[in-house]
Nanobody, 124 residues
Framework: VQLQASGGGLVQAGGSLRLSCAAS????????MGWFRQDPGKERESVAA????????YYADSVKGRFTISRDNAKNTVYLQMNSLKPEDTAVYYC??????????????????WGQGTQVTVSS
């Protein structure tokens, strides 16, 4: 599986961005998909994740109520709609995929495939 993230950019605090992650491969619809982010010098942290069916998505506490993850299996794409952005949301955002559903969506070590990252910068 190859993942290509896009949609990052520079936005003012309070603004919105939508990230996309396009996946190659036949089995996309069976994969758990996650979004992670990383600031330089910090650990990569989980942001959101979604099962193959799209039910019961996972969100980190820091983004609940502001971010929405969704997927379109017909387009092999997962999205992250980010609203009410804050300067602390500034990071490189990565999408990730794993074929098995262990339920540990927040755990970066569960994921087998990673995209290249897209920079999100939120100015105050």
């Amino acid at each position: 599986v190859q993942l290509q993230a896009s949609g990052g950019g520079l936005v003012q605090a309070g603004g919105s961005l939508r990230l996309s992650c396009a996946a190659s491969g036949r089995a996309f619809s069976s994969y758990v998909m996650g979004w992670f982010r990383q600031d330089p010098g910090k650990e990569r942290e989980s942001v959101a994740a979604i099962s193959w069916s799209g039910g019961s998505p996972y969100y980190a506490d820091s983004v609940k109520g502001r971010f929405t993850i969704s997927r379109d299996n017909a387009k092999n794409t997962v999205y992250l709609q980010m609203n009410s952005l804050k300067p602390e949301d500034t990071a490189v955002y990565y999408c990730a995929a794993v074929s098995r559903d262990s339920g540990s969506y927040y755990n970066k070590y569960e994921y087998d495939y990673w995209g290249q990252g897209t920079q999100v910068t939120v100015s105050s």
